[in-house]
């Protein structure tokens, strides 16, 4: 699929931008659900990439941060982790603790943290426990009781997560929830991050898995929730932000040297910096996928 018709790469100006370091690799978690030594290994050769620009964090469990300290080849120095946190929150803080022990002097280190939270206090005992961290994000339900638990991560310096998908159909939010959401982040000034769901660039219907006989829905891109969050962060309406979420066919965003264009709006280079100062980034099981859809060829 080619949405930008005229491009002669993609390390332009503001795509570089909106783009810089913005897709943390989760190859560990379904729908690819790699072994660990083929997804260290393949986080690795991305690193060594000529698109190694748009690469982020490694995601790995916290409760498997043993098992990748072990995995990592002899050398390894630079591998940065984001730990996502289970239901044992205590054990799985030691596990980074430990893991950061461990990786002293070598470089690799977890430097960011994910978890599910459901109530401010959810919130505030994460924020004690993960003191020793920069940063940690709060995975937030899209529900009525969002409001308190982001009132709770920005007072406690976090940064808050919104899921995008999954593997069913029922596991996409309604369009609204995540405009609702996006104003909410944007009134607080509040960073966040999105995971799940965003490996294509443009909204459309996708195959949820990588099965063969696999069913599909309707996928959220990753350039609908940038051109959606600029728009929360510019003051737009509902019915505004809520409409960038759902564009969707070839040729919905065009881009030249100065601006990324769609129906209803425009960032530019400036925007796409002050954008990518509050929108961390997204997780995606694949790498390669949002690149390689976003262009025939994508290297300099």
Same mark, same amino acid.
């Given at each position: 699929?080619?949405?930008?018709?005229?491009?002669?790469?993609?390390?332009?100006?503001?795509?570089?931008?909106?783009?810089?370091?913005?897709?943390?690799?989760?190859?560990?978690?379904?729908? /690819?659900?790699?072994?660990?030594?083929?997804?260290?290994?393949g986080y690795l050769l991305y690193c060594e990439s000529p698109d190694a620009?748009?690469?982020?964090?490694?995601?790995?469990?916290?409760?498997?941060?043993?098992?990748?300290?072990? +995995?990592?080849?002899? $050398?390894?120095?630079?591998?940065?982790?984001?730990?996502?946190?289970?239901?044992?929150?205590?054990?799985? &803080?030691?596990?980074?603790?430990?893991?950061?022990?461990?990786?002293?002097?070598?470089?690799?280190?977890?430097?960011?943290?994910?978890?599910?939270?459901?109530?401010? +206090?959810?919130?505030?005992?994460?924020?004690?426990?993960?003191?020793?961290?920069?940063?940690?994000?709060?995975?937030?339900?899209?529900?009525?009781?969002?409001?308190?638990?982001?009132?709770?991560?920005?007072?406690?310096?976090?940064? /808050?997560?919104?899921?995008?998908?999954?593997?069913?159909?029922?596991?996409?939010?309604?369009?609204?929830?995540?405009?609702?959401?996006?104003?909410?982040?944007?009134?607080?000034?509040?960073?966040?991050?999105?995971?799940?769901?965003?490996?294509?660039?443009?909204? $459309?219907?996708?195959?949820?898995?990588?099965?063969?006989?696999?069913?599909?829905?309707?996928?959220?891109?990753?350039?609908?929730?940038?051109?959606?969050?600029?728009?929360?962060?510019?003051?737009?309406?509902? /019915?505004?932000?809520?409409?960038?979420?759902?564009?969707? $066919?070839? $040729?919905?965003?065009?881009?030249?040297?100065?601006?990324?264009?769609?129906?209803?709006?425009?960032?530019?280079?400036?925007?796409?910096?002050?954008?990518?100062?509050?929108?961390?980034?997204?997780?995606? &099981?694949?790498?390669?996928?949002?690149?390689?859809?976003?262009?025939?060829?994508?290297?300099?």
């Amino acid at each position: 699929m080619t949405i930008f018709s005229s491009m002669d790469v993609i390390r332009e100006a503001p795509l570089a931008a909106l783009l810089d370091a913005a897709i943390d690799y989760a190859g560990l978690f379904p729908p /690819a659900a790699l072994p660990m030594d083929r997804a260290i290994i393949g986080y690795l050769l991305y690193c060594e990439s000529p698109d190694a620009w748009a690469l982020g964090h490694f995601i790995a469990p916290a409760a498997r941060l043993d098992e990748l300290l072990a +995995a990592l080849p002899p $050398g390894t120095t630079d591998i940065t982790v984001s730990a996502t946190i289970g239901a044992d929150l205590e054990a799985d &803080c030691r596990q980074i603790d430990q893991f950061n022990r461990a990786g002293v002097g070598r470089r690799n280190a977890v430097v960011a943290a994910e978890a599910k939270v459901n109530t401010a +206090a959810d919130v505030v005992r994460l924020a004690e426990l993960l003191r020793n961290l920069s940063s940690w994000y709060g995975e937030v339900a899209l529900s009525p009781a969002a409001d308190a638990v982001l009132d709770a991560l920005k007072s406690t310096g976090a940064r /808050a997560k919104v899921r995008m998908g999954g593997v069913t159909p029922d596991a996409f939010p309604a369009p609204d929830a995540v405009a609702r959401f996006l104003m909410a982040v944007a009134s607080r000034s509040l960073r966040f991050k999105a995971t799940a769901g965003l490996h294509h660039p443009i909204r $459309g219907r996708y195959r949820l898995t990588y099965a063969p006989d696999a069913p599909t829905g309707t996928m959220f891109g990753y350039l609908n929730l940038l051109a959606a969050t600029h728009l929360a962060l510019s003051g737009a309406t509902p /019915a505004e932000i809520e409409a960038a979420l759902v564009l969707d $066919g070839p $040729g919905t965003f065009r881009r030249d040297r100065d601006s990324l264009t769609w129906p209803g709006g425009r960032i530019d280079e400036a925007a796409a910096r002050e954008l990518r100062h509050r929108f961390f980034g997204f997780g995606s &099981c694949s790498f390669r996928e949002p690149i390689d859809e976003l262009l025939p060829a994508t290297h300099p």
